[in-house]
């Protein structure tokens, strides 16, 4: 069954193609973010990632006839956005070899997690801080390509397998293999900062150890 | 079904994203009751997912929305021959 949201959605394209072309405005408005987010965790630019979510976009206003409504809209637009943001990404790297992500072939690296002594569980609060999404959005931008590509469609912008499966033009089998190492590599990059975010024991040893 | 602690790690993100079968889980639950180690790595990552959907981890810049529907109001009046 069909959300009413959906159904408003399907009736929006329609006018929009048959010529209400303005009405391209208020299709596109609950998706600003949504593509604007996964270019953005892509290429590490903001400038780039609002230039690319533009050209996204517009590429989806002239392509509208060629959504068949098979998938959903937003997919579809991951999709695009997606597209557009590796374009981006392959430009940059043309001018920087961006070395992390050489030799990032599938069964190399090392996905087991942080083994944490010490641990304590960390208030909600500690998790509002700034400086701990700072860390977040810059652990994620170091996470390769393959796995980061997605870790976001998965973990920050909630599409689920099947579509994230379909955004990437890869299987649902890689999609969990793929998102189960990014999140072993994420959690062993931001132990550390998770950590400082737990109330302190405030012993010798662990300010030592920190 | 007894689980080492690197075969729960293995399962990590099946947990969270609830797709054990029950079997697994099972054993998955019985070692984390047990494991300081295992449910420390659990809870870590879990963190991790909360602060990632926390919708203010990732922010649009100032007047991006503007300068979005600003852009797209050009190339539509573009293509519709001006109008």
């Known amino acids: 069954m069909k959300t009413a949201a959906a159904t408003n959605e399907a009736a929006l394209i329609a006018r929009v193609l048959a010529g209400e072309d303005g009405l391209f405005h208020e299709l596109i408005r609950p998706y600003e973010k949504l593509v604007y987010v996964t270019i953005f965790a892509i290429v590490k630019n903001e ?21 068949r409504g098979e998938a959903k809209f937003s997919t579809w637009l991951v999709t695009i956005a997606m597209n557009e943001a590796r374009k981006r990404l392959r430009k940059a790297k043309a001018a920087a070899e961006d070395s992390l992500d050489e030799g990032s072939e599938e069964g190399e690296g090392d996905y087991t997690p942080a083994v944490l002594t010490d641990w304590r569980e960390i208030p909600l ?3 509002e801080r700034k400086e701990l999404k700072k860390k977040l959005r810059e652990a994620v931008g170091k996470l390769p390509e393959k796995y980061r590509e997605v870790f976001v469609l998965r973990d920050i912008e909630e599409l689920n397998q099947e579509e994230t499966a379909a955004a990437l033009g890869i299987t649902v089998t890689l999609v969990k293999v793929r998102l189960h190492r990014a999140r072993m590599m994420l959690q062993k990059m931001l132990v550390p900062y998770l950590k400082s975010a737990a109330p302190s024991r405030g012993g010798f040893f662990r300010r030592w150890f920190q | 079904m007894n689980l080492e602690c690197k075969h729960v790690w293995e399962q990590i993100s099946g947990y969270l994203d609830k797709q054990l079968d029950p079997e697994m889980l099972a054993a998955v639950e019985r070692h ?8 420390a790595i659990l809870d870590s990552t879990r963190n991790i997912l909360v602060l990632t959907a926390d919708e203010r981890t990732y922010e649009l810049p100032v007047g991006y929305s503007k300068r979005l529907h600003e852009r797209l109001t050009v190339v539509i009046s573009g ?3 001006g109008g």
Request: glycine residues 6%.
């Open chain 2, 32 to 39: 984390l009751e047990t494991c300081e180690v295992c449910s």
């Open chain 1, 125 to 127: 609060e500690a998790l």
């Open chain 1, 47 to 67: 400038t780039e990632a609002e230039d690319g979510a533009q050209e996204t976009m517009i590429s989806a206003y002239r392509n509208l006839k060629s959504f």
């Open chain 2, 79 to 81: 293509e519709n021959g």
